[in-house]
């Protein structure tokens, strides 16, 4: 006989340890590939690519890997709090689909910013994703954040100081997409503070297992 005690508990377990691995997997693949300097000319940005081909690849491959597994994580919170059948849920779900696209249109034009031939496809590519990381400030972020706080304020899934955090990091998110709207390229210090959400996942990750057994016997 399941013992539904057990299985909530694993249940917890399996789902922060997807979105610990999805954080983690993250963290690599901003690592290993350094980007190229600002403003550098076509030859140079040939070069790098010359120079940085796997680690340009390989850190594509783990961007468009470790944000599914930080979604399943996501969308494993909204379960557990039960909220799938409710508008908050489903917008949570929503903001998860969007980030996911988000990331897939970038990373796509990383790789696609590879081929050297024709060589203003690189310039053409690079412009695309600068345009594309606006959308993770004005919709993608803040649509799953707010959403997420909102389905995770009043239940016991996790503190109710996550809930709250939620919310602050999709209104900075929000406003961050409104105030840099009019730069065409965010500077480096506005895009670095897409780190904090990697905070978020990893310590409602760990805290999710961490009250595996409290939430199983709830």
Do not use: D
């Not at 013992?3 to 979105?19: A, E, H, W």
């Not at 470790?66 to 508008?87: C, D, E, Q, R, Y």
């Not at 004005?138 to 996550?162: D, M, N, R």
């Not at 939620?166 to 009019?182: E, K, T, V, Y």
């Amino acid at each position: 006989m399941i013992n539904p005690i057990n299985t909530t508990k694993r249940f917890c377990v399996l789902s922060g340890s997807s979105g610990i691995l999805g954080v983690v997997l993250l963290i690599i693949s901003f690592n290993i590939n350094p980007g190229p300097q600002p403003n550098a000319t076509l030859g140079q940005l040939i070069e790098f690519g010359n120079r940085y081909y796997a680690a340009i690849l390989w850190g594509a491959w783990l961007q468009a890997v470790a944000p599914v597994l930080i979604v399943l994580f996501a969308f494993s919170l909204v379960k557990l709090a039960g909220a799938t059948n409710t508008l908050a849920g489903w917008m949570t779900m929503f903001g998860a689909v969007v980030l996911m696209i988000v990331s897939l249109i970038e990373i796509t034009f990383y790789i696609a910013a590879v081929f050297i031939s024709p060589n203003i496809g690189i310039l053409i590519n690079l412009n695309t994703i600068h345009a594309v990381q606006h959308l993770y400030f004005i919709v993608a972020a803040p649509t799953l954040f707010i959403s997420l706080g909102t389905v995770l304020y009043g239940s016991k899934v996790l503190h109710g100081i996550f809930a709250w955090f939620a919310f602050f990091i999709g209104i900075l998110f929000g406003a961050i997409g409104m105030i840099f709207l009019l730069e065409l390229v965010l500077p480096m210090w506005v895009t670095a503070i897409a780190g904090v959400q990697a905070i978020w996942w990893l310590a409602a990750s760990i805290s999710l297992i961490v009250r595996s057994k409290k939430l199983g016997s709830g």
